[in-house]
Every structure is written in C-alpha cells, then in structure tokens.
C-alpha cells in the first residue's frame, strides 16, 4: 500500500491551495483519512480528518472556518482545500489512512511521503 500526496508548493498569504493524496495497492477498504502536519521544529499535528464515508469531519481550532478535507471513495483520494492561507500554515503535509487489506486481516496506519506547502508575506 502506498499513499501519494500531490499538490503542495509556494503561495501568498490569503491564497489558496488543494492537497491531493491517493492510496494505492492491494486495498480491501479505506477508514478514516485525516492530514497532518509538521513545521520545522514542531511536532506532527492532525490538521483535519474525514470519516470512511465522508459524513463526519473534524478540524483543528487553527483552521477551522480556511480548511475543507473531503473524499471521493471510488479513487480511495482525500482532498484538502486551504483557503486565505496564514504564515503559520507554513509546514509539511502528510496524509494518514487506515486501510484494511484482506491478507492482513485489520486495519492498518499509513502515511503519504509529505508535500511542503510554504506560505509567503
């Protein structure tokens, strides 16, 4: 299994950007699928999180109102929109998922390689 983040890169503050990140491989089921986040120096925090079928999602307090996480199941992809973007948003990205796979029998943590998102003054 294998998750692909995309979509990270330099923007202005009060810009926007869309994360993207794939999971793919010998892939039974997806759970919960949730972004996270690390600047340098600072622990690896979840930024947002979104239930297996997309009807439950929760959000930290310092994005709350900026940041949208969805899903579309039938591409096993969970998105996050960012809009009016801060300084302070200023990090790596990963996604994280549990997925099942049938072999294995329970689900299981992966994470997606990261993407830096930067943003500018």
């Known amino acids: 299994v294998q998750l692909q983040a995309s979509g990270g890169g330099l923007v202005q503050a009060g810009g926007s950007l869309r994360l993207s990140c794939t999971a793919s491989g010998n892939i039974f089921n997806v759970g919960v699928m949730a972004w996270y986040r690390q600047a340098p120096g600072n622990e690896r925090d979840v930024v947002a999180s979104?239930?297996?079928?997309?009807?439950?999602?929760v959000y930290s307090d310092s994005v709350k109102g900026r940041f949208t996480i969805s899903r579309d199941n039938a591409k096993n992809t969970v998105y996050l929109q960012m809009n009016n973007l801060k300084l302070g948003d200023t990090a790596v990205y990963y996604c994280?998922?549990?997925?099942?796979?049938?072999?294995?029998?329970?689900?299981?943590?992966?994470w997606g390689q990261g993407t830096l998102v930067t943003v500018s003054s």
């Open positions: 979104v239930s297996s079928s997309g009807g439950t999602t």
């Open positions: 994280n998922a549990k997925i099942f796979q049938f072999h294995v029998g329970q689900y299981e943590t992966y």
